[in-house]
């Protein structure tokens, strides 16, 4: 069996939700033993969006390949077992709101010293930075901030949250925050000084929205224009957007450059355009696009999304669908890449999406399903931290770990 690129590392999580919990979710799937520590409550995320049979599916595909160990930090003896932990593992995820650790006495320069060789990825909403460093807040308030949801919606209408009730900018979050583990782990690999080389990784929610609206600021600076909300239209080009169809359905276009504006008068019948002043270059189009979208609008009403799809096809130009759920779910393309059918004891068969980045020699799998609360407690304490069994029980009886027994994690099919 291959070797997975992360095999041997250990990673402990804190926090709740998807973003910073993403992170763990992919250094998980590519071999890394993720611990999550949660409350005895559990985390939050076990009843978000839809449930089936009590169960969250964002948890349960985005809690794959976890260890559940319940743990009340609100108690000494609970962070004696953290810090113990702490000194086990080479990554640890901290999403938790700002502050927290240091309050528990683990501040980076403690745990620099301590645990010298320790990665760790600090994901919040704001950074470590800065005026607002010290608040809390979610995807919204990220998307708020960074202007990205200021430029999503339609010119006349009010902003929009960008992926309606999907938290973008947790799972944004979640890949760059483990591509920040991954290369802080190749440079501990690379440095002299036996491991201890490490490092920690400072990524905020609203980073990786500010890092794909920033060129606009940079046209601000040198333009003096702010870009406002455009609906569906692209940064430039005609017709862009998205356009219903005879048959009810909706295909995404984008027309971008001189030879396929050209194929598309042809397609559609409007040869007059190609010597119209208005439509010469990307810079005329784009300023005269609503003229060029009515047009189109009218062309693709008369045309099923199938037919509309295969004539840009056949012409060199790119449409696409705008699927929902149960499209996607009789879609081809996906059925061969895109997702596999887990068995789950709880919620029986369902599809749930493959791992990627997909690498051709040491692919990332799917070893487990997301555990029960608790499920992992004991055998981490006894296994990881050497507990005795005498240990472990007056743990249990001072309540660190809840009401939590040796329990299995879930088994199925993957």
């Keep these: 069996m291959t070797k997975l690129p992360l095999e041997g590392i250990r990673v402990l999580e804190l926090g709740e939700l998807l973003a910073g919990p993403f992170v763990g979710t992919l250094l998980g799937e590519f071999g890394a033993e993720v611990i999550k520590v949660e ?10 969006g839809p449930i089936v049979n009590g169960e969250s599916m964002f948890w349960a595909v985005n809690a794959r390949n976890k260890k559940s160990l319940v743990l009340d930090l609100g108690l000494p003896d609970g962070l004696a077992v953290l810090r113990d932990l702490m000194a086990e593992c080479d990554v640890v995820i901290n999403s938790l709101r700002p502050g927290t650790l240091e309050k528990w006495g683990l501040s980076e320069e403690v745990i620099k010293c301590k645990f010298p060789g320790t990665i760790v990825v600090y994901a919040s909403a704001f950074g470590r930075s800065g005026p607002y460093s010290n608040k809390g807040g979610y995807d919204p308030v990220a998307q708020g901030f960074s202007g990205l949801s200021y430029l999503t919606g339609e010119q006349d209408g009010p902003p929009m949250r960008a992926g309606g009730s999907i938290p973008v900018c947790d799972f944004m979050t979640g890949v760059a925050g483990a591509l920040g583990a991954v290369l802080a782990l190749f440079a501990r690999q690379r440095a002299d000084g036996g491991g201890a080389d490490g490092q920690s990784v400072d990524i905020a929610l609203y980073d990786v929205a500010f890092r794909m609206t920033a060129p606009l600021l940079s046209y601000l600076d040198l333009a003096g224009e702010t870009l406002n909300r455009n609906g569906n239209h692209s940064l430039g080009g005609a017709p862009t957007g998205h356009f219903p169809t005879q048959d009810g359905s909706w295909v995404c276009v984008s027309v971008q450059n001189n030879a396929q504006f050209r194929s598309l008068c042809g397609v559609i019948g409007r040869e007059d355009w190609l010597t119209d002043a208005r439509f010469q270059n990307l810079d005329n189009r784009t300023k005269h696009r609503d003229q060029i979208c009515e047009g189109f609008s009218r062309w693709a009403a008369g045309q099923t999304r199938e037919d509309l799809i295969r004539t840009f096809d056949d012409a060199g130009l790119v449409a696409g669908t705008i699927n929902s759920i149960d499209e996607m779910a009789s879609d ?32 990332g799998d799917i070893r487990c399903a997301a555990p029960a609360l608790g499920a992992d407690t004991l055998e981490i304490l006894q296994s990881v931290l050497k507990y005795s069994v005498e240990q472990c029980q007056a743990l249990r009886a001072a309540g660190v770990h809840g009401d939590v027994s040796c329990q299995s994690a879930k088994t199925g099919t993957f």
């Design 39 to 48: 409350r005895p409550g559990g985390d939050v995320l076990r009843k978000f």
């Design 332 to 363: 081809p393309h996906l059925a061969e890449r895109g997702y596999h059918w887990s068995d789950d004891p709880v919620l029986g068969q369902y599809r749930a999406p493959d791992v990627i980045p997909r690498l051709s020699e040491t692919p």
